[in-house]
């Protein structure tokens, strides 16, 4: 099998050299063939002396032999009922059992349908036990590890839903579910490993890639949100531009929760206030700004001596 070969469950990979096993398996075979024709004759034995005991219990019991003649018979029936040869065929066949098993072990199979990604072994290779042979994928279903903080780990659920963005695949995030939580954290990071397995379609996805994962922890309803880059911070406090009458206005805000696009804003803004969210660096509070139709960039607002500035809007209705 060659590195990339697609295999199913249980093909062959490659054998070993089997020749000492197969003599060894002779060698039990014929064990086994001694020791059930030792039983046979154990057997027959057993069922003679049987019958020479009654035949002398009966002369003993009418006095036609001596105590001593009819122990004797007694003896050779307690011999011929030994286990001992029963033990032995049941030893060979045990012994015969281990050695056809190591003889199949000497084919080598795959334990599950997949795609051949390592292969360490070639014709004449010396192998153990400890060998990594061959290595086998199955990427229709890949698994995801992430760590995650204190903070995060108790608003997880098990089968929650989460979104894994994959860079060097393409923009649009899969859809994966959490399978493992660490009930423990991490002594060196003191974070908590996260386990999300995803289907893989058409096996884009191939291990060892970087990925994003996006967990939803708050969720709120029918909130006032805005554009992340809309926020600001003045004197440790956080604040959105505005444009009214022309001007630039702060608006101190208190900010909820957010998804990294919008944040949501508790208080400070109404909806439909004409929010910058470009430029505002350069804007002070009173700055005149004069909004324009740009058909490449859209709608503008251009205050005297600065840059451009990009608009947007404060929107309700929304959920993270």
Request: aromatic share 4%; no cysteine; charged share 20%.
């Amino acid at each position: 099998m060659e590195v990339g070969s697609v295999v199913g469950a249980g093909s062959v990979l490659f054998t070993l050299d089997d020749s000492d096993l197969r003599a060894q398996v002779r060698q039990y075979e014929a064990a086994v063939s001694v020791a059930r024709a030792k039983q046979k004759v154990a057997g027959d034995n057993r069922e003679n002396a049987a019958k020479q005991y009654e035949r002398y219990r009966q002369l003993f019991e009418q006095g036609a032999i001596s105590a001593d003649a009819f122990d004797s018979y007694v003896l050779k029936l307690e011999q011929a009922q030994s286990e001992e040869p029963d033990a032995n065929l049941a030893q060979s066949e045990a012994a015969l059992a281990y050695q056809r098993n190591q003889l199949a072990n000497t084919v080598i199979t795959s334990p599950i349908a997949g795609t051949v990604a390592q292969r360490g072994v070639d014709v004449g290779s010396i192998v153990s036990s400890s060998t990594q042979a061959v290595t086998i994928v199955d990427l229709s279903r890949v698994k995801v590890q992430v760590s995650v903080g204190e903070q995060q780990i108790g608003k997880i659920r098990q089968e929650q839903e989460v979104k894994v963005v994959v860079p060097a695949v393409r923009a649009e995030p899969f859809t994966g579910v959490v399978s493992n939580l660490s009930p423990a954290a991490d002594s060196n990071t003191k974070s908590y490993l996260v386990e999300v397995k995803m289907d893989n379609p058409g096996q884009l996805l191939k291990q060892g890639m970087f990925t994003e994962v996006h967990f939803t922890t708050d969720r709120s309803e029918g909130v006032l949100t805005v554009p992340v880059d809309a926020l600001a911070e003045r004197s440790g406090s956080s604040v959105v531009l505005t444009v009214q009458d022309g001007q630039a206005r702060e608006n101190p805000v208190k900010t909820g929760i957010s998804d990294g696009k919008v944040t949501e804003i508790i208080s400070g803004l109404q909806e439909g206030d004409q929010v910058i969210v470009l430029g505002q660096q350069g804007l002070v509070n009173g700055s005149k700004v004069v909004v324009s139709e740009d058909k490449d960039e859209g709608a503008k607002s251009r205050p005297a001596g600065e840059g451009s500035v990009g608009l947007g809007g404060a929107q309700g209705k929304n959920s993270n």
